[in-house]
């Protein structure tokens, strides 16, 4: 985190001894002698704090505050005032400013500020850079991520898009697989026709045929008119088959024929259709293993199995947790009309530590009741990460601290080992450890 402080007075002295007490805290300070100087190195972009003292010659420190706030409001702004200043440092503070501390003032009560101050505007700059992300990674939704697995994930999917083969999608539940056979069908030749989903494990075995092959007036009884099955109705476009593990096995022995002869012959009648079929499927279990164990068949694993795409779940990237976040936030705003809420710090490390074992789904759905008021309480509730073992806590957090300082570092290890002061020996057994590599943070 940048720990960078604008301090601006024209007393040398004061402002020498203020510049030293800030810098043994720990912050990077900019020293300027006049108003005017410090307004030449702000801009939007500042990543730090202003502090300033209010009576300075030329440009007085309210003056500063007013021309700061043109550049960027939400840039925090702690003024240093004397006794004689005090009506015009509480004015600047109702007009927008962050704080105002009397002379003379306790270093800690200036550092404890600043740092609240940082924290800030941390989450501002981050909020703006996430609101960046979304726009410029609008031709990436639904997929959205800009960790190098999610990357990678798009790049093949884009790949396949147009060879005419079958899919096979494996993933968590709530990784978003049908987001995935979406964008298969939108990204190929194959968007002008339908995407037909069908969820296997929805339907019951005595309809699920019916459902994929169809049938004529009469196949049987109630069969009171013709049915187009799912999968001649999917011929031209995509069929997506969710939770294929649970297919019965002997709706799977016709599937496989289907798929090897690419034709169609429904209940009730003899006629044989052609189909130019493209099938997606997915499953949330290791359909080869399940062939192992006899409850999937071998032989229609590897005939879907001609390119397998794996989704990761969210705790394995969770650099992209923000920027999923601010889209589900900004989504849940816009369906109820309300005006979405500021993520704080607090629900930020929350966002970050929590496992989401339902994935992206649990956080979209968490987004919707936050936008609506329901989770406000919900980080300082005991959590699953939270009832862990020290042990286990303590390397959860060691993990995302290697995770943040290499990508503060651009994966530059002697920056790293600097920044953690600790040997490129320990650093390396840490991302083992960890299973941590350079590039996939």
């Avoid at 410090?38 to 300075?56: H, P």
């Avoid at 997506?240 to 289907?258: G, I």
Wanted: with cysteine; glycine share 6%.
């Amino acid at each position: 985190m940048t720990k960078t402080i604008a301090l601006i007075d024209d007393d040398a002295d004061f402002r020498t001894a203020t510049a030293q007490s800030l810098t043994l805290a720990g912050f990077d300070v900019l020293q300027f002698g006049s108003a005017e100087d410090a307004l030449k190195q702000i801009d939007s972009q500042f990543a730090g704090v202003v502090v300033s003292d209010i009576r300075m010659p030329k440009m007085s420190g309210f003056d500063l505050f007013t021309q700061i706030g043109a550049i960027d409001a939400a840039l925090p702004v702690i003024l240093i005032t004397g006794h004689g200043d005090i009506d015009m440092a509480v004015r600047a503070v109702q007009a927008g400013a962050y704080d105002f501390i009397a002379k003379p003032m306790p270093p800690q009560r200036l550092i404890l500020t600043v740092e609240n101050a940082l924290e800030k505007r941390r989450l501002t700059l981050e909020n703006r850079r996430l609101k960046t992300a979304l726009v410029e990674t609008e031709d990436s939704l639904p997929l959205l991520g800009q960790t190098p697995v999610m990357e990678r994930l798009r790049r093949t999917l884009k790949q396949i898009a147009n060879a005419d083969v079958d899919v096979l999608i494996l993933g968590e539940t709530g990784s978003g697989k049908e987001v995935v056979a979406s964008a298969l069908h939108q990204w190929s030749r194959r968007s002008v026709n339908e995407f037909v989903p069908i969820n296997c494990g929805a339907l019951p075995e005595s309809v699920i045929e019916s459902e994929l092959f169809g049938h004529e007036i009469g196949a049987f009884t109630g069969a009171a008119k013709q049915r187009i099955g799912r999968l001649e109705h999917s011929s031209g476009g995509t069929l997506f088959l969710d939770e294929l593990e649970s297919m019965p096995l002997a709706t799977q022995v016709k599937f496989l024929r289907v798929l090897e002869v690419r034709r169609i012959s429904p209940l009730g009648t003899n006629k044989i259709r052609d189909l130019d079929l493209r099938v997606v499927a997915a499953s949330k279990v290791d359909l080869a293993e399940a062939s192992r164990r006899g409850e999937f068949r071998e032989d229609l694993f590897y005939r879907l199995n001609v390119v397998s795409v794996s989704i990761p779940p969210l705790r394995e990237r969770r650099d992209d947790i923000p920027l999923l976040f601010t889209h589900f936030l900004n989504r849940a705003a816009k369906r109820f009309k309300v005006e979405a809420p500021e993520v704080d710090s607090v629900l930020y490390d929350f966002l970050m530590m929590h496992d989401w074992p339902g994935n992206v789904r649990e956080l979209g759905h968490f987004a919707e009741r936050f936008v609506l008021g329901l989770e406000e309480d919900q980080p300082a509730q005991p959590e699953a990460a939270a009832r862990l073992p020290l042990p286990e806590r303590l390397a959860r957090t060691e993990a995302e601290i290697l995770r943040q300082t290499i990508k503060m570092h651009s994966g530059d290890v002697a920056a790293c080992l600097a920044d953690l002061g600790i040997p490129r020996k320990t650093f390396y057994d840490k991302l083992k450890r960890h299973g941590i590599t350079r590039a996939d943070v």
